[in-house]
């Protein structure tokens, strides 16, 4: 009845379908608030007051026809002006309207963006291990998504097998930093060098490679680490954006991506974006949360609330006994699994009211992801259950 690939993709979301029906039975069972549930990236910080004071303003001061109804595909003119003085003054860029595309969130910028690239059977390469969802982006236009190996040392990207995996029918390759799953930050030498390489090898395939820079943590660094600009480093380079983690509005659908006037083919790529928008679906990005977004794209979150956090689960945990390296963006803790099947894992971890994600859909099996956007509160309650599972390995803590 349905169709192969949704089948397939069924198929490799059961995992994470059933991990969300046992956290239901879970809280059923204990209570809410007795169960710890580090299980997806919804940020625990409130939107900056300027949001909703913005989005109430605009409801009472602004044309509702115009708020309410159907925008340029590719956004308002306006907004995206606004968006790129703001990258400019950031980052010393020179972009402007028509160097912004407003988008569905980071899901549908990725997806607007595959869509203008892809050529069935063409290869995007990412690094491992990466945001489980790009599979099926790369599979909605039958692209071939191929991840590097991780370095479980560091976590960092291997430029050498980068080197190597790069063919004639490479047409992008795709880097997440700060990163959904493991909370690695790319310094600026690692950017300079992907860039160099690309250079080389469209040289050496007389091919166009764009680099697909998918930031929606990009704010969310600690230890003072910083995030290079990347489209600084390679021309063709293009940055999908999203507001859902920076300003906490993942279900308002908002972001953008960036289009260079220096990237080869910008024109075709800039109109093709406006098709791409509408015969997805996506129509444009919602009308209302442009506007806000506009007047709000400079409002910072409450790093200092996921730093603490983080600080927390990190040294609590290390000193329990498990593995992981410390991360310095995103909100994310990315620890070894205590026995090589991390879906055993995350099952044996709900016996004591964890729910955590086994990393086998991030391309990186025997590891899990704790996403720590969650109150401090749920933290403190759920140390005495991650130090009883490490209890149940035969584990025992530092200090004991
Ligand atoms: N890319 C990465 C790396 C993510 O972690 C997420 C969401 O968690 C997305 C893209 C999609 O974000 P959005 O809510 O903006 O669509």
């Known amino acids: 009845m349905i169709s192969q690939n949704m089948k397939a993709l069924i198929k490799k979301s059961e995992g994470i379908s059933s991990l969300f029906s046992d ?7 204990y209570g809410i ?17 300027k949001i909703n004071q913005t989005a109430i303003k605009l409801l009472q001061e602004e044309n509702s026809l115009q708020l309410h109804g159907y925008t340029d595909s590719i956004g308002y003119a306006d907004v995206r002006k606004k968006i790129a003085n703001s ?3 950031r980052f010393d860029t020179h972009f402007n309207e028509n160097n912004i595309v407003m988008t569905v969130g980071a899901a549908g910028g990725l997806n607007v963006i595959f869509k203008v690239l892809f050529n069935p059977g063409e290869e995007i390469i990412t690094f491992a291990p990466y945001f489980s969802e790009y599979d099926a982006y790369a599979m909605n236009v039958g692209a071939v998504l191929q991840a590097i190996p991780p370095n479980t040392e560091t976590f960092l990207p291997d430029l050498t097998k980068l080197e190597q995996a790069i063919t004639s029918n490479t047409k992008a ?23 160099c390489i690309l250079e080389e090898k469209q040289k050496e395939y007389h091919t166009h490679i764009y680099l697909i820079s998918d930031e929606p943590y990009r704010e969310l660094v600690y230890d003072g680490a910083e995030v290079p600009y990347v489209p600084n480093y390679y021309k063709n380079t293009i ?23 220096e990237l080869d083919g910008y024109s075709e790529i800039f109109q093709a974006s406006e098709v791409a928008t509408r015969v997805l679906g996506f129509v444009n990005a919602p009308a209302l949360q442009q506007k806000v977004v506009a007047e709000c794209c400079d409002e910072l979150t409450d790093v200092v609330f996921y730093d603490a956090n983080r600080e927390l689960l990190y040294q609590s945990l290390t000193e329990y006994g498990y593995e992981c390296i410390k991360p310095q963006g995103a909100f ?39 996403a720590y956007c969650v109150s401090r509160e749920t933290i403190l309650n759920s140390l005495p259950s991650f130090q009883e599972l490490a209890k149940s390995y035969g584990i025992t803590a530092k200090s004991e």
């Open 33 to 49: 608030e007795n169960v710890y549930d580090f299980g997806i990236g919804n940020p625990n910080v409130k939107a900056p007051e």
């Open 332 to 370: 994310y803790l990315f620890v070894k699994a205590l026995e090589q099947d991390d879906k055993a894992f995350c099952k044996k971890a709900q016996q004591y009211r964890l729910l955590l994600t086994p990393a086998t859909g991030f391309g990186c099996p025997g590891y899990v992801r704790i």
């Open 23 to 29: 956290a239901k039975k879970l809280k059923q069972q």
């Open 87 to 89: 990258i400019n003054h």
């Open 173 to 195: 390759v795709l880097i997440n930093s700060p990163n959904n799953p493991t909370g690695v930050v790319y310094d600026e030498s690692i950017i300079a060098e992907i860039g």
């Open 239 to 261: 940055v999908v954006y999203s507001f859902s983690k920076s300003l906490s509005l993942p279900g308002d659908r908002i972001g953008y991506f960036v289009l260079p006037s």
